[in-house]
């Protein structure tokens, strides 16, 4: 079989190479890769920004948004040849802290947790790859062209799960939404936020155009800027911060409503500062009983959660979320990024 593998730490390695077909231990299920997504962590990793291979390996497979059929399963096991599905990329660490020994992995306290893809285990870009059954998915059938989305929407699924968790300590019924950068996650994160009845604002540099198009088709509506300025005065309950933008990240946890919930998702480098008002910040924060929190990964229930959503989103809107498809034979030209690009995805099957 086919696999897309690079050598952490070192870059520019990507490559596809021949590899001999996976060996399902016991638990585990076999699978046809059909689908791998790209997104910026594999950018990085692909630029020696991040990663580390199986131990005694110098190569390994890059992915981590998987897709595929499962060809073989365990008996007694819940899969049966034909399902489509999708694997969770965390594993807890070998001696799990609480929250992994909770099942809680998407919160590991040590950070000595394994990822597919990223950390210590080779990742779902391959024609074949292996799964315990307990960290797969099933997936609506009718998922088979956009199931792929499933792990970043796992990630937006966790965000609105810690963001309800968040609201349920007092009275909370939220109207109204603005998420910033309409990106894959910021998309999904709007997905979720009208699939529950709100109001959904998407700020993005971009003009008007494909994403404002997106937008639009969810019942939602685009604001083309880079401030949050012009939500000065009517402010949202919700922010989900995306862009990882400093000013951005600043300007939401002052642009809520009372009781405000600012969840961040987006990551920027460091190095760049920004002048703060930090009585300002403070007072708002106070006054309002806000609440600002970062999130990231997701554990089995949020993968579960993301399922659904998207079984019960709208398909062709999903599809339009892919805008490009690119074959395994010339997987490297995924990883160039090109205009109107929301979410890449590499056939494996190609
Ligand atoms: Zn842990």
């Known amino acids: 079989m086919r696999a897309l593998t690079f050598v952490p730490g070192e870059k520019g390695t990507l490559d596809v190479e021949e590899l001999p077909d996976p060996e399902p231990q016991r638990g585990e299920l076999l699978v046809e ?17 991040y990663g580390w291979p199986p131990p005694g390996k110098d190569r390994m497979v890059i992915g981590h948004e998987s897709l595929g059929r499962v060809l073989e399963s365990p008996d007694g096991s819940a899969f049966s040849p034909g399902d489509l599905v999708v694997g969770v990329v965390r594993r807890p660490d070998p001696e799990p802290c609480g929250a992994c020994k909770h099942g809680e992995f998407d919160m590991c306290r040590n950070g000595r947790y394994t990822e597919r893809g990223i950390k210590e285990i080779d990742g779902y870009g391959s024609q074949k790859w292996t799964v315990e059954a307990a960290y797969a998915v099933r997936l609506d059938p009718a998922l ?44 999904l994160a709007a997905l979720l936020g009208r699939q529950r009845g709100m109001e959904v604002h998407v700020l ?18 685009y604001h083309s800027g880079s401030s949050l300025e012009s939500f000065a005065d009517a402010k949202p309950d919700i922010i989900i911060e995306c862009t990882g933008a400093g000013q951005l990240v600043i300007d939401s946890m002052i642009t809520t409503a009372a009781t405000g919930i600012v969840c961040l998702c987006g990551l920027a480098p460091g190095g760049r500062t920004h002048r703060v008002d930090a009585g300002v910040i403070n007072r708002d924060v106070v006054l309002e009983n806000d609440v600002i929190f970062g999130t990231v990964n997701a554990n089995l229930r949020h993968f579960r959660d993301a399922a659904a959503a998207l079984a019960a989103a709208d398909r062709g809107w999903l599809e339009r979320l892919i805008t490009r ?26």
């Open 33 to 49: 890769g059909l689908a791998l997504g790209i997104c910026g962590t594999d950018r990085e990793l692909d630029e020696a920004e």
């Open 144 to 187: 088979a062209d956009v199931g792929v989305l499933v792990e970043p929407a796992s990630v937006v699924a966790k965000g609105w799960e810690q963001i309800e968790r968040i609201g349920s300590r007092a009275w909370f019924e939220p109207h109204t939404l603005l998420v910033t950068g309409a990106g894959p996650i910021g998309l």
């Open 204 to 221: 993005d540099r971009a003009p008007r155009g494909f994403k404002s198009d997106l937008v639009e088709a969810l019942g939602g509506t």
């Open 325 to 350: 498809r690119v074959p395994l034979s010339s997987a490297l030209e995924a990883f160039q990024p090109a205009e109107n690009d929301v979410k890449v995805v590499i056939d494996l099957t190609a």
